[in-house]
């Protein structure tokens, strides 16, 4: 495709933020973040409103001065360089895209900025690059959302930067469209071989695009790795939850026991693969994914080596290729559970007993504070009994 080795750049290394911070008065945005991102990567800076992301990125892009810490892009210190002399460029949520110039002269400005008077061609390879092909006439207003966060990435990687910035570029757009230039956004990044740095809170977001994610809360990294890693194994309840959800369980860890940590829970004893476990002694959240549960009438239905509780149905919820549960347990906690709708068995009403299995390696161990408990408050209490 033309616009592949068109916009290609010289190798710059990999952007590295080392002890990174920033200050608003008596409010620290962002605290001493230090990370790598590869070159020729597509990375994830994932988390909620507030918690430092978007300063971050106005960091490496000069648009914000850092209180602390450095900018570096291979081995070249850029924390101190203006916006313009660094080779970087961002395409924010807004478009910010020339109502009076049509998409030719929209993605060949920075071009004409730059003094380069023959711009045809490269403007044709990135409305190919974007499949923009026959809209170079067009004004903005006359393309949809979609089309139009084409034409502001065309504009950014016509420059040829090293990095380029999206500050959640997909915000403004409904979910079927979003989920379509998810996709577009990992081809062209793929072809064109650029770092990618992308801010959102959006989780599927992140985990369909990036091949890795850097969870922030409160302005520091909880959990950084692949998308995969973070999910299956969080570090935090934190990311346990706001990375997908999960059914965190008050309980206790009393040490290993050959592969295995033995735990207990309002009385009950479980086991999880010290492989999966981020404490052995002491209080710990008992983790198990929604659509790792799995339902039965009974519990001679439970298969053999599976970890089990029982539990009455408080709700449901069918969207699709699942059924939500919610699920009251005997001790008073509530479970969620995720059944995919296969036609394998029928679903349950409310009020209906049901016993949640799992198998143990899809279960992992946090530590926890000796105050937090499971995620709701038991509404009931029984005395403990053991089981399986």
């Not at 409010?27 to 990370?35: F, G, R």
């Not at 695009?209 to 995969?228: S, W």
């Amino acid at each position: 495709m033309r616009g592949t080795t068109a916009v290609r750049a010289e190798p710059a290394g990999d952007l590295r933020l080392v002890a990174l911070s920033k200050r608003f008065g008596s409010v620290t945005a962002v605290h001493e973040i230090s990370l790598t991102v590869p070159q020729g990567s597509f990375f994830a800076l994932l988390g909620a409103s507030g918690c430092g992301k978007t300063t971050t990125l106005r960091m490496i892009a000069g648009l914000e001065e850092p209180t602390g810490g450095r900018v570096l892009l291979g081995d070249r210190d850029v924390t101190r360089l203006r916006p313009h002399q660094r080779p970087v460029n961002t395409v924010f949520q807004s478009y910010a895209l020339f109502p009076h110039l049509d998409v030719f002269e929209n993605v060949a400005f920075g071009l004409r900025r730059r003094g380069i008077r023959s711009v045809a061609d490269e403007v044709a390879g990135m409305l190919a690059l974007v499949q923009l092909d026959g809209y170079g006439r067009r004004r903005p207003a006359q393309l949809s959302g979609g089309q139009q966060q084409r034409v502001a990435l065309a504009r950014a990687l016509v420059n040829r930067p090293q990095v380029l910035l999206l500050d959640e570029p997909l915000g403004a757009l409904d979910l079927t469209l979003r989920r379509r230039m998810q996709v577009e956004l990992k081809r062209i990044q793929t072809e064109v071989g650029i770092t990618f740095v992308h801010v959102t809170h959006d989780q599927e977001e992140a985990m369909t695009m990036a091949d890795t994610v850097a969870v922030l809360n409160a302005g520091r990294i909880e959990q950084l790795g692949a998308p995969a890693d973070l999910y299956e194994y969080p570090a935090t309840a934190f990311v346990a939850n706001f990375l997908g959800q999960s059914n965190l369980l008050a309980a206790e860890a009393h040490g290993t026991g050959g592969n295995e940590v033995a735990v207990t829970a309002y009385g009950r004893r479980f086991s999880v693969p010290a492989g999966r476990s981020r404490a052995e002694r002491g209080p710990v959240h008992l983790g198990v994914r929604p659509e790792k549960l799995h339902l039965v009438d009974s519990v001679d239905q439970v298969p053999a080596g599976c970890q089990h509780v029982t539990a009455s149905v408080t709700d449901t919820s069918y969207v699709g290729v699942s059924t939500q549960y919610l699920l009251r347990t005997d001790w008073g906690g509530e479970l969620s559970a995720f059944v995919a709708n296969n036609g394998a068995s029928g679903p349950l009403p409310v009020g209906a007993s049901a016993v949640a299995y799992w198998e143990p390696r899809h279960a992992f161990l946090l530590p926890r504070e000796p105050a937090e408990a499971d995620r709701t408050t038991p509404v009931r209490a029984e005395p403990p009994r053991a089981t399986s």
